[in-house]
């Protein structure tokens, strides 16, 4: 809330160390509130509509680089087990018996 200062000071702090990683960082100010519940409530919104989007682009992208590198172990796996079943000895034949 504005009327608490060293607060307002702080948030604008994060909001640069934010926005150093995070573009377009949305700063809310509520006028005429402090550190309370009423002000957390109002500005509850905002942060949810400017934060929900983003964090389920990270979800994806987790989802995205789990998805790749399970394929790449599976793939990893297959050419192992391929590369093994080359090189595993045949068994010896044995010379076919002639007619009795």
Do not use: C, Y
């Amino acid at each position: 809330g504005a009327t608490d200062r060293s607060d307002v000071n702080a948030a604008i702090l994060f909001r640069g160390l934010l926005l150093t990683r995070v573009p377009n960082v949305p700063l809310k100010i509520i006028p005429g509130g402090g550190h309370q519940a009423s002000v957390w409530r109002a500005a509850l919104g905002p942060m949810l509509d400017w934060m929900t989007p983003q964090l389920a682009a990270n979800a994806a992208r987790a989802d995205a680089n789990r998805a790749a590198a399970a394929k790449k172990a599976a793939a990893e796996r297959a050419a192992e087990a391929k590369k093994k079943a080359h090189t595993r000895p045949q068994p010896a034949r044995t010379p076919a018996r002639r007619g009795k």
